[in-house]
């Protein structure tokens, strides 16, 4: 279930830290490497090759994430390189929005539009959860759409909440169409200088082909199984639009009624309707 706080369980740096919430399987991963890639070439950093282990010394997750991650190590003391005043800490979270939390701090709210969300979601309730110790959701996936815990009302409560908050908006969409555009305005928030031959190349390992590679040479985040089907994938397909080979016509249906309560930034970002307000 998403939609736990941020608490003071880590002494936040306002100077220093920048926080990238989205709700899951909204793309933090692919940006995750986008980033560390840029820093870990930017600063010189000298980790021959970014993974899915290593990542997380650059960019971590915050503390109280509810993703299983921040149970495999992943959380702020993972990032390994506080000693360098000058590389921002970037903390990745799945929390929702709260009025008044977080004012002052530096946020990039990252979002995708809901059925390819739902989709890659449900995949890693049922395939992805099961090496890790968490219980799958076992039920149809009609059922997981409709999930007050999971599907599109969760989604729904965790976009609006970002929605009114007035910070920076990027979305898995905009990731698709201008990779380099998405980073830059990342590393503008983050005060690190844009150089954009380092940007280009950050782009070009953190490419959907050599993330998959990487997932098949050197394995994910601890995993307690081997990776047997390709929906047990964190890299899985990241298509925009995916959705369609997938859901039924009630599904489409329930979806777009739903989406008469999504802020109208929603169709700003991703299109589709929503109401006025």
């Known amino acids: 279930m998403v939609g736990k706080r941020m608490d003071s369980a880590f002494e936040i740096d306002v100077d220093r830290d920048v926080f990238v919430a989205s709700f899951p399987k909204s793309g933090r991963t692919w940006l995750r490497f986008m980033i560390a890639a840029y820093l870990n070439r930017y600063y010189r950093l000298g980790i021959r090759r970014v993974d899915f282990d290593n990542v997380y010394q650059l960019v971590a997750n915050d503390q109280v994430d509810l993703d299983f991650l921040s149970r495999q190590g992943c959380g702020p003391l993972t990032f390994a390189f506080w000693m360098n005043p000058h590389i921002p800490r970037i903390l990745m979270t799945h929390n929702e929005y709260m009025l008044g939390v977080g004012d002052g701090l530096r946020m990039i709210w990252l979002s995708r539009g809901i059925e390819d969300t739902m989709l890659s979601y449900w995949y890693h309730r049922t395939d992805y959860a099961a090496l890790h110790d968490e219980e ?142």
């Open 136 to 277: 799958p959701w076992a039920a149809p996936f009609a059922d997981f759409l409709r999930s007050e815990d999971w599907g599109v009302p969760a989604y729904i409560r965790h976009f609006n909440g970002w929605a009114q908050s007035g910070v920076l908006a990027l979305t898995y969409e905009m990731m698709h169409a201008q990779p380099m555009s998405v980073l830059k305005q990342v590393m503008d928030m983050s005060g690190v200088h844009w150089d954009f031959v380092v940007g280009e190349k950050a782009i070009e390992l953190s490419s959907f082909h050599n993330m998959r590679t990487l997932e098949e040479c050197s394995g994910f985040e601890k995993a307690d199984g081997p990776v047997t089907r390709d929906s047990q994938r964190r890299v899985r397909r990241g298509l925009v639009g995916g959705y369609v080979d997938y859901f039924s016509s009630d599904d489409v249906n329930y979806t777009e009624r739903q989406k008469s309560i999504i802020h109208p930034l929603y169709k700003e970002l991703h299109g589709g309707e929503s109401c006025g307000r």
